[in-house]
């Protein structure tokens, strides 16, 4: 049964950067039947797709964020990185990790979510 | 981007009720829709892919239907744990979008 887990800072100061981890354990992140994804949901609001990640490291990247966006992938650690450069109080959520399936594409394996808070 | 708008925002039900919430999409998405259900503190979890596909495990008395742009999830008979924040997921374009949720408490 694969299962996610995120990891990083729980606090990080303005203007500084956000860098995620999050581990896969069960399943091979090699695996091609798969994407891995990063959302976010900011405090008392909905959800927000970030980006995703295959594993020849093609990524995909919401345009909103983009321009500070990074998504990675280390094989051989099992593991996927996000990372976030010069936040600010709107970057405050929990982030979850999550898996893509194929077909019609859905989250259906989510990480218990970490929670970001950007301030000073 | 394509905007999800589910309706209502909120809805009080009892147990044994039959709720059903509604999401439609700004553009046709066919079937790239999928509906999950998150309680306070927990991750989001899937129910419905595909529009009406129920993920394994998940009670027979969820259902999913729609397509193009309108779309509806139907629980019917109530029960306790049902009580949480419902969400649209739309899949068929970039960037991926979510409803903003309808939230359903116990009257």
């Known amino acids: 049964q694969v299962q996610l887990q995120e990891s990083g800072p729980g606090l990080v100061k303005p203007s500084q950067t956000l860098s995620l981890t999050c581990t896969i354990s069960g399943e091979s992140i090699s695996d091609g039947r798969y994407h891995w994804s990063w959302i976010r949901q900011h405090p008392e609001k909905g959800l927000e797709w970030i980006g995703y990640i295959y594993f020849n490291d093609n990524t995909y990247k919401n345009p909103s964020l983009e321009s500070r966006l990074s998504i990675s992938l280390d094989t051989s650690r099992n593991q996927f990185y996000l990372t976030l450069t010069s936040v600010t109080a709107a970057d405050t959520a929990v982030y979850y990790c999550?898996?893509?399936?194929?077909?019609?594409?859905?989250?259906?394996?989510w990480g218990p979510g970490l929670t970001v808070t950007v301030s000073s | 981007d394509i905007q999800m708008t589910q309706s209502p925002s909120f809805v009080s039900a009892s147990v044994g009720d039959r709720v059903t919430i509604t999401c439609r999409a700004s553009q046709g998405i066919g079937a790239w829709l999928a509906w999950y259900q998150q309680k306070t503190g927990e991750a989001p979890k899937v129910l419905i892919s595909g529009a009406s596909s129920l993920q394994s495990g998940v009670p027979s008395r969820f259902s999913g239907s729609g397509s193009g742009t309108d779309f509806s999830l139907t629980i019917t008979s109530l029960q306790p744990d049902d009580f949480a924040t419902y969400y649209c997921l739309q899949t068929k374009n970039f960037p991926y979008t979510f409803g903003q949720g309808t939230t359903l408490e116990l009257k």
């Open positions: 999550a898996r893509v399936t194929t077909g019609y594409k859905h989250f259906d394996r």
